[in-house]
């Protein structure tokens, strides 16, 4: 290097260090000397919020049943625009609104004006494609987007556009899907410390019902409706041993996605929210607190002459034949009136009533779906209560239940007696980890003795007077119910409601199913419209979730036995 390099070198190496000097002693003065008043004049800052993204539902097996997607706000700021009306020509048929509108719209002398309030993605990606469509602003909006369509409308419910759930497990759930937004006023002085705003996102949920098993139940019950001619109708299926919902249908449904134009009658959950006279379907419980209770054996009799007079009403069998002398079992498989007002006077007020509160009578199951009913029971000493409702409430009238609390009572039948919580929701996944339902008690209804008796007397019933109940390779537990529907001057004198409740395989149950047709128009009992329909379901419910017909169980039994000897 030679000398006048080196001296250009020193002069720009110098030059470096005294404006670094300077810029250090200008920021030192401005910090320390001012710094408070310049805090004083500039606009430090600013309001922010940070949102969360509702959790998404998924059924038991990872199946998407309700996720967030985007609509869209479609705006301008017109005083930037380069050319309204080759815009508004663009524009028009994406948005389906007259040029001569849109024109006005671009050409106002607002700031901001709104041209479409919600447009899906795909009309906002069409505005994005089309010459200035730089300039228009596209602000997202969040909408809950349900990708089976109608399927479990009553246990999903819906998301409106303020991001509310209106009804089932979007409702019930409302607070821990919509997670929390933050929000804080942050400094944008580097002067100020930072702060971080962070939403508490919302909790995924998984669901104990498979989508294929409840597309299957939502089918079966389209079918029966139309081929009994009811005008509705719902189908659950359950775990007794756990409470876990495994499908729950009910008909009229709609779809989610498109809540805003769906008649708001349809909102309404007949599985959790309508309560009805259950008919027949309730002997099984009466006749359960009977044996419970010491008060029969499935040996008793009683002389059945064909009605029988309580608190100055008259019950009649269904037949209004007279029956002569009756056992419990024969009871149950005739289903006869009479005979369930006998053994519930014989029982008296206390420890009939006992028992149905037992069983979850006049309350909620506690099921986690919004609107939950707790049915209509009037008890002893209140003013709502008469002397014939022991007698009536026995073959189920005079009360009102839910479909839910009618197949958990009956489910206490088929699990040794225990009454489980029902519940839809398996798991819920958020920040803090993976939180699983433990299936919950509610009470013991009964003992296991007399639920095996229950079990065994239900078995009979079906065998001797429901053939069209019978799922072949397995042996059934059920009842059925022919209910009379109530009004305000008493009851219809020819619509009714059919059902039919069963359990199976009867010796070791792993599903409950209740059947429920309302206003069937081609027969008038149960054992007719609800149990063929039971049937026909319950024979592709087996193969669907694996359960073995009887003679392959047996023969696993005998072989783990004799392995085990």
């Given at each position: 290097?030679?000398p ?11 030059g470096?260090v ?11 003065a ?9 805090k ?5 800052e ?9 959790g ?11 996720v ?25 048929p ?24 919600r ?81 508490r ?37 359950m ?15 709609y ?10 009658k ?16 309730m ?5 359960a607190a ?55 006077t014989?029982?008296g007020p ?16 506690g ?7 707790p ?16 007698a ?28 489980m919580?029902p ?34 007397m ?29 009004e305000?001057f ?6 009714i ?8 395989p009867?010796?070791?149950?792993e ?8 206003r ?19 024979t592709e ?25």
């Amino acid at each position: 290097m030679n000398p006048s390099q080196l001296r250009r070198m020193w002069t720009v190496a110098i030059g470096l260090v005294v404006a670094g000097l300077v810029v250090a002693v200008r920021l030192f003065a401005f910090q320390i000397f001012q710094g408070e008043e310049w805090k004083n004049v500039v606009v430090t800052e600013l309001p922010v919020t940070d949102r969360p993204e509702r959790g998404v539902i998924y059924d038991r097996n990872g199946a998407v049943l309700a996720v967030d997607e985007w609509d869209y706000r479609v705006a301008v700021s017109p005083s930037i625009l380069s050319d309204p009306e080759a815009l508004a020509n663009s524009l028009a048929p994406i948005l389906q609104i007259p040029r001569g509108q849109l024109l006005h719209d671009l050409e106002s002398p607002e700031l901001y004006v709104v041209l479409a309030g919600r447009v899906t993605s795909e009309t906002a990606d069409a505005i994005r494609a089309v010459e200035y469509g730089d300039e228009v602003q596209l602000d997202p909006l969040p909408r809950r987007f349900y990708p089976q369509g109608s399927l479990m409308c009553h246990i999903l419910g819906f998301v409106d556009f303020e991001g509310v759930g209106g009804a089932g497990i979007e409702g019930y759930y409302q607070s821990e899907l919509a997670g929390e937004a933050a929000s804080a006023t942050v400094p944008i002085s580097p002067l100020e410390e930072q702060k971080t705003v962070m939403a508490r996102e919302g909790a995924d949920l998984v669901l104990t019902i498979d989508r294929n098993t409840q597309y299957v139940v939502e089918r079966h019950l389209k079918e029966a409706l139309a081929e009994y001619g009811a005008v509705s109708g719902s189908i659950i299926v359950m775990d007794p041993r756990t409470g876990a919902i495994l499908a729950m249908a009910a008909e009229p449904c709609y779809s989610a996605n498109d809540f805003y134009d769906v008649d708001e009658k349809l909102f309404y959950n007949p599985l959790v929210s309508a309560v009805y006279e259950p008919g027949s379907v309730m002997k099984l419980v009466t006749m359960a607190a009977a044996l419970d209770s010491g008060t029969v054996t499935p040996g008793t009799t009683y002389q059945d002459n064909g009605a029988i007079e309580v608190g100055g009403h008259i019950s009649y069998n269904w037949d209004r034949g007279a029956h002569g002398t009756v056992d419990m079992t024969t009871l149950l498989a005739r289903s006869l009136n009479v005979g369930a007002a006998t053994i519930a006077t014989w029982m008296g007020p206390t420890t009939f009533y006992d028992y149905f509160q037992r069983f979850g009578f006049g309350r909620p199951t506690g099921i986690d779906i919004l609107s939950e009913e707790p049915g209509l029971m009037p008890l002893p000493g209140s003013g709502d209560w008469q002397e014939s409702f022991i007698a009536t409430n026995a073959y189920g009238q005079a009360l009102a239940v839910t479909p839910l609390q009618m197949i958990s009572a009956v489910s206490a039948l088929a699990n040794d007696g225990y009454l489980m919580q029902p519940y839809v929701v398996a798991e819920r996944r958020d920040a803090t980890g993976v939180h699983r339902h433990e299936p919950t008690v509610l009470s013991q209804a009964i003992s296991p003795d007399t639920a095996a008796i229950m079990t065994g007397m239900a078995v009979t019933a079906v065998q001797q007077e429901v053939a069209e109940a019978q799922v072949p390779g397995y042996t059934v537990a059920g009842k059925t119910g022919t209910a009379q529907i109530a009004e305000p001057f008493g009851y219809h004198p020819t619509d009714i409601i059919g059902s039919f409740i069963g359990w199976l395989p009867a010796e070791d149950p792993e599903i409950i199913v209740f059947v429920k047709l309302d206003r069937p128009q081609t027969a008038q009992w149960g054992s007719q419209t609800a149990a063929p329909a039971f049937a026909k379901l319950a024979t592709e419910l087996v193969v669907l979730l694996g359960i073995p017909p009887d003679e392959i169980r047996h023969q696993a039994n005998v072989s783990a036995a004799r392995d085990g000897g």
